[in-house]
C-alpha cells in the first residue's frame, strides 16, 4: 500500500496508516496556519480537519496521473483547501457580528513589564492593517512552513511575487514595533 493508493481510495481501513501519516505531517503547520488566520484554537483545529476531509474526499475521483501530481504538490493543495475554508469560516463571522478594529484595546505604555499577550495583541492587530497578500504570505510562511514556491501556489502567484510581500510584511511589522517604542533586533 503506498499513498497514492490511500488518496485514491481513502474509503479502505488499510490505507489508515498512510492517511494518518499524512495528516500527522500537516496538521500542526495546518493548525498554527488556521490559527494565525481565525484566532482561535478549536476553529483552526476543525478548519484543519475539514480541509483534510475535504481532500480525502476529493482525491476518490481522482484519476492515477492526478494523484501522483496532488501528492507531489499536496502541501500547496491542502494550504489552498485550509486557507479558503479559513476565508469563508470569517466571512460568515463577520455577517455575524461586525466588530470595528478600533475596538481593540490599545496596548498600554511599553515598559520593561510588557507581556507576550500584549505583544502578540499588537502584531496582530498589525498584520490586520497590512495588506491582505502581505499578510497571508507571511502568515502561510512562517505558520504553515511553506517554501516560497508553494505559497505562489496557494497564493496564486509567482515565487519572486511572493518574496516581495514577505519581504515588505516583515518590513512593515519592524517599522511598526520601532514606532511602538518596541526594541527590535536589527540583522
Sequence with gaps: ??????????????????????????????????????????????????AFCRMLTKSAEWTSDEVELKLQQFAAVFFTTLRNLCIDQLRKK???????LDDVPELVAKTESTTIQQLEAFLLKSID?????????????????????????????????????IFRARRYLDSELKMSGYNTVDK
Design 129 to 165: 492593517q497590512m495588506p491582505s497578500y502581505w499578510a497571508d504570505a507571511l502568515k502561510l510562511k512562517i505558520n504553515g512552513q511553506l517554501s516560497y514556491a508553494e505559497i505562489a501556489e496557494v497564493l496564486e502567484s509567482t515565487h519572486s511575487q511572493v518574496r516581495t510581500w
Design 1 to 50: 500500500m503506498t499513498k497514492e493508493s490511500a488518496l485514491h481510495n481513502p474509503g479502505n481501513t488499510q490505507h489508515l496508516p498512510h492517511l494518518e501519516a499524512m495528516y500527522r505531517q500537516h496538521a500542526p503547520q495546518g493548525i498554527r496556519y488556521a490559527y494565525s488566520m481565525l484566532r482561535n484554537a478549536s476553529d483552526a483545529e476543525e478548519a484543519n480537519q475539514d
Design 94 to 100: 463577520r455577517q455575524l457580528q461586525n466588530v470595528a
